[in-house]
């Protein structure tokens, strides 16, 4: 099972929206709405931000929002604030198992 | 509260075992399935596989298969991921996450993490 292809970095000023992608393939992203999104800051646990495609869970700001069409799926930071510059991976449910995106990290200028 | 509570960092020598516990509390510990995720240095998250600890059926990744042996006790509430001969690549952070309450499909509650260190 190949990783998700996320891009490597991203970026964007304070106030700024940024859209990461996530491409799989029709046997995971594309075949389930099971995707899920973590934000990780460095030397810390990953945590949940966004589930099944496009859910938040409670105490997520609004600010995240989640999509998906076809195989690929992106997390979208709206209004990009400091404390949103951490790494983010999505997920994706396989039929049998899960995988992990490659990883993007969000630099807030 | 809901914690997953993880064992202390290790440094082993190739060829050692090891295995290492992540014990969950304030929620039931029977209903929820746990995963194991690796994260190599500087590297990303890797799912490793999954057990169900009230009848402890165990998924595990196609790339872990072999590698490792997830276990659990449901009178401790542990988790438990172990490796019989560990290697110098066996080197990561190792974390435990629960399924989700909303949603079978994701984990929402992470523990803090175990560094394994394997040098000679």
């Known amino acids: 099972q190949s990783a998700l292809t996320q891009p490597h970095s991203v970026s964007g000023s304070p106030g700024q929206s940024v859209t990461i992608s996530c491409t799989g393939t029709?046997?995971?992203?594309?075949?389930?709405?099971?995707v899920s999104w973590y934000q990780q800051h460095p030397d810390k646990a990953p945590k949940l931000m966004i589930y099944?495609?496009?859910k938040r869970p409670s105490g997520v700001p609004d600010r995240f929002s989640g999509s998906k069409s076809g195989n690929t799926a992106s997390l979208t930071i709206s209004g990009l604030q400091a404390e949103d510059e951490a790494d983010y991976y999505c997920?994706?449910?396989?039929?049998?198992?899960?995988?992990f995106g490659t990883g993007t990290k969000v630099t807030v200028l | 509260e809901v914690q997953l509570v993880q064992s202390g960092a290790e440094v082993k020598k190739p060829g050692e075992s090891l295995k290492i516990s992540c014990q969950g509390s304030?929620?039931?510990?029977?209903?929820?399935?746990i995963a194991w995720v690796r994260q190599m240095p500087e590297k990303g998250l890797e799912w490793m596989g999954v057990i169900y600890p009230g009848d402890s059926d165990i998924r595990y990744s196609p790339s872990f298969q072999g590698q490792v042996t997830i276990s659990a006790d449901k009178s401790t509430n542990t988790a438990y991921l172990q490796w019989s001969s560990l290697k110098a690549s066996d080197t990561a952070m190792y974390y435990c996450?629960?399924?989700?309450?909303?949603?079978?499909?994701?984990?929402?509650?992470w523990g803090q993490g175990t560094l394994v260190t394997v040098s000679s």
């Open positions: 996450a629960k399924r989700g309450v909303n949603s079978r499909y994701t984990v929402d509650y």
């Open positions: 304030g929620y039931s510990f029977t209903g929820y399935w």
């Open positions: 029709s046997s995971d992203v594309g075949n389930y709405n099971y």
């Open positions: 997920c994706s449910y396989t039929g049998s198992s899960y995988v």
């Open positions: 099944d495609v496009s």
